[in-house]
């Protein structure tokens, strides 16, 4: 449904849940051949999205190899990263930030960034939350672009 200024009265004075069938998604961060495999190809890594109904905002699991880089990119939403496993830096715009387990970092709008897992022998893991979903329903205004 789609409102419009005219919908103004149609606020409601109260709120009713309106609980989603799906409610949990299992094993998230096991590879599986579906859309997440897919955007793993396109994104050169690994990474599991999380298939829940939130209009708001996304999470998706992430990994990289030993030595292993994200491409050099940017997007006009904000994303929050805790690193679950690993060691490793990531630059954003012309600072370095180096992370371990348990940081958490931040990727401003529209900022160019880079992951870089610095370890030779383990794996990255990390957990990002983005609130491209918002924008995506407040009129298909997500951008994202490669560098």
């Not at 919908?7 to 609980?19: G, I, R, T």
């Not at 949990?24 to 997440?36: G, Y």
């Not at 209009?55 to 006009?76: A, D, F, V, Y």
Request: aromatic share 8%; glycine share 4%.
């Amino acid at each position: 449904m789609i409102f419009n200024s005219k919908d103004f009265s149609k606020v409601p004075n109260q709120l009713e849940v309106k609980l989603p069938d799906k409610l949990i998604h299992k094993a998230v961060d096991i590879q599986q051949l579906n859309d997440s495999n897919k955007f793993s190809l396109e994104r050169q890594h690994f990474v599991s999205i999380v298939d829940l109904p939130s209009k708001i905002m996304s999470m998706t699991i992430g990994g990289l190899e030993p030595r292993q880089s994200t491409r050099k990119h940017r997007h006009n939403y904000e994303t929050l990263i805790f690193i679950v496993q690993g060691v490793g830096k990531s630059i954003i715009e012309n600072k370095v930030v180096f992370w371990e387990s348990g940081d958490a970092i931040y990727v401003p709008i529209w900022a160019w960034h880079q992951h870089i897992n610095l370890s030779e022998i383990e794996k990255c893991q990390y957990v990002a939350c983005e609130n491209a979903p918002l924008l995506l329903n407040l009129g298909e205004i997500a951008l994202r672009e490669e560098g």
